[in-house]
């Protein structure tokens, strides 16, 4: 699903990857972890496209993605499925419009996938806020959103950025649930956290792996959970 | 693949809901295109007055001269009684007839007042031509003139008429350039318009990308919303010009240039292109303006 040989990745001067080589099996259960600054986000946004490494190859499904066009790259991202750190919601429009944004961007009929939205409303328990605009809700809501949004377009992936971070211990394992539950869709998930106690609460619900990321190396760390 | 431009504009309903309505600087653009459609439907209607009027003066000019006797009094009525033979048998004249002393002084009398001691001033006698069309050959009807009167003097008013054709030739020039102008105008403000919301909207710009949005996808965003304001704001000044003209009060036929400010049948057309220009210009501006800007971005 994701390739990365020997990719490297620094803003100006700084390295923030160097010679990342790793593989992320489709259906694979994936979490990102290491200290707070290590480049979890960075690494992060090479995979739902938002950067390009610098150096060394990154595939995902198969292509790979600095040979892709400017097109390609808009039909990619549209297969990977993104909870952002920063949420990048538009203020403007309602809960329920920006779950339908993806949709919308890619020129699919808001109509013919009504039944879809509002199954996802009630799967991330949003119905009763779906017309309350993105300033107006909490923190795990806006998680929530952001996870709805991200799974809109059925995508093979789903790549969530510290979603638990700004949450409670128990809207952190709501959400863990629910990536749990698209897991064993046969979902790709890739998981960024510092919070072990919830890398730990997933032992005996999926086969996860953990991928610890420190001094721009990535390394696969301990036992399979 | 064919590109339609109303497809784009109108197949999507919702694709400048992506982009967050803006208040007052957005409505700049509808307003600066409508004060432009405004002077732009003034101009036009201000040449199409001008154009009639020339035309009226052209053609009037055009149809008629005028043959001056000078001779002594004794002479006179000979003179003129062969100069009208000669012009009643050329081909090309209509009509010949003798312009009266009291006619004659009455066209005067706007310049020289209405007091004047009429057997005592010593008028010319003049003969008014009236011309077929096509008119006379005028050189040989002056060879003819001179032989038979030599105090007639010819004239068939291509003295006056350059002069008001030239006049007009140059307001049409005038107005051409004040449209090309609002056009070039009009043009700008869209430009500097889509490339303000472009610049303002940079953090949604991103996470539509991100969305899996294509650049035609957030181009047709900003494109739709500006070329319908700036299309809107031309209806709005088109309207209100015509109903300037419209309500022009009206002035006799002969009244001037004022006389001419209004519309008619076939010259409606004109007024009505201006918003469809403006629709066009705005559309390509913004379009162009959006997709230069989405590919310096990445
Ligand atoms: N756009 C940027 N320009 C320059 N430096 C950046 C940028 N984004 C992140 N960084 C730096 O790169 C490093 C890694 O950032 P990030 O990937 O966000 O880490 P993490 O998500 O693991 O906390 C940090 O030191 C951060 O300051
Ligand atoms: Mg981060």
Redesign the pocket.
Known sequence: MISLKNAGFS??S?A?LENVTQELAAGSFHFLT????????????MCYLSLMPDSGKLEIFGQDVTALSREQITQMRRRVGVVH?DCQFLNHLTVRQNIALPLLVAGKNIEDNMDNLEDLLSWVEMDHRADAFPEEISGGERQRLALARAVIMDPDMIVA??PTGNVDWEMGQRLLSLLVELNKMGKTILL?T?DLNLIRSIKGQVPASVLR?KDGQLNLAGARL | MSFNPLEYLFGDKASDQVVPPRGGAAWLTGFASAAMAFIAVFALTLSLAVERLADYWALDLARSATVRIVAQEADLAAQTEATLQVLRTTPGVKSAEIIDKAAQLELLEPWLGSSLPADTLPVPQLIDVRLGEPGPDVQSLQLRLSAEAPGAVYNDHSYWRAPVLEASNRLRLMVMISLVLTAVVTVIIVVLSAHNALASNQGIIRTLRLLGAGDSYIARAFVRRITLRATMGAVLGMVLAMIVVLTFPSQPEDGGLLAGLSLSGADFIYPLLVPLLVAISAFAASRLAARYHLHSVT
Not at chain 1, 34 to 45: E, F, I
Request: hydrophobic residues 25%; aromatic residues 4%.
């Open positions: 803003y100006g700084r923030i290491g200290p707070s600054g290590a480049g979890k986000t960075t690494l992060l946004k750190q950025d510290e960024a510092h990321l």
